[in-house]
């Protein structure tokens, strides 16, 4: 993969204004029909309701069939599952999703204690800060260990919870 500086985008149906789950409002950058090509598609959990219909499988599954790395934050592995992406695969989500996502999708191996992982196209993350660990994996990933640990670095993540 380049090393230069990756770009950011969010998209979503339309580029009208989203709510999150906890009030934040997103503009996204691009709708779908004007959207460009993607390398790797990372879908946040939180509210997934509103992305839970078939519109949206259509568009992961393609997604993936074009060979796009799929990475999924918390219980966005939901909408992964019901999608399809993760029959048959081991995933990882937040620990308030592990029984919804058992009852989704088939053959699902649900690793609990997991707080990433990958399958190789499709990368599941268990929450929040896990959803940090995966980012540095991915990086290291996709650019190599020097270019995850300056990230590391830059972001000053060094996981020693207060608690």
């Given at each position: 993969?380049?090393?230069?500086?990756a770009?950011?985008?969010?998209?979503?149906?339309?580029?009208?204004?989203?709510?999150?789950?906890?009030?934040?409002?997103?503009?996204?950058?691009?709708?779908?029909?004007?959207?460009?090509?993607?390398?790797?598609?990372?879908?946040?959990?939180?509210?997934?309701?509103?992305?839970?219909?078939?519109?949206?499988?259509?568009?992961?599954?393609?997604?993936?069939?074009?060979?796009?790395?799929?990475?999924?934050?918390?219980?966005?592995?939901?909408?992964?599952?019901?999608?399809?992406?993760?029959?048959?695969?081991?995933?990882a989500t937040?620990?308030?999703?592990?029984?919804?996502?058992?009852?989704?999708?088939?053959?699902?191996?649900?690793?609990?204690?997991?707080r990433?992982?990958?399958?190789?196209?499709?990368?599941?993350?268990?929450?929040?800060?896990?959803?940090?660990?995966?980012?540095?994996?991915?990086?290291?990933?996709?650019?190599?260990?020097?270019?995850?640990?300056?990230?590391?670095?830059?972001?000053?993540?060094?996981?020693?919870?207060?608690?």
């Amino acid at each position: 993969m380049d090393s230069g500086p990756a770009e950011v985008s969010t998209v979503a149906e339309s580029r009208d204004p989203l709510r999150c789950a906890h009030g934040l409002c997103v503009t996204p950058d691009h709708a779908w029909a004007g959207a460009p090509a993607y390398d790797l598609v990372v879908l946040p959990g939180g509210r997934v309701d509103n992305v839970r219909n078939e519109v949206v499988f259509e568009r992961l599954r393609a997604l993936a069939g074009r060979g796009t790395l799929m990475a999924s934050v918390c219980n966005g592995a939901l909408v992964f599952a019901e999608a399809g992406l993760l029959d048959g695969k081991p995933a990882a989500t937040h620990w308030s999703a592990v029984d919804a996502l058992r009852k989704t999708g088939r053959g699902i191996e649900v690793r609990e204690d997991a707080r990433y992982v990958d399958t190789g196209q499709v990368i599941t993350a268990a929450g929040v800060s896990a959803g940090i660990d995966m980012a540095l994996y991915l990086i290291k990933r996709l650019d190599g260990e020097d270019a995850a640990r300056q990230v590391r670095r830059y972001i000053q993540y060094e996981p020693a919870p207060p608690v």
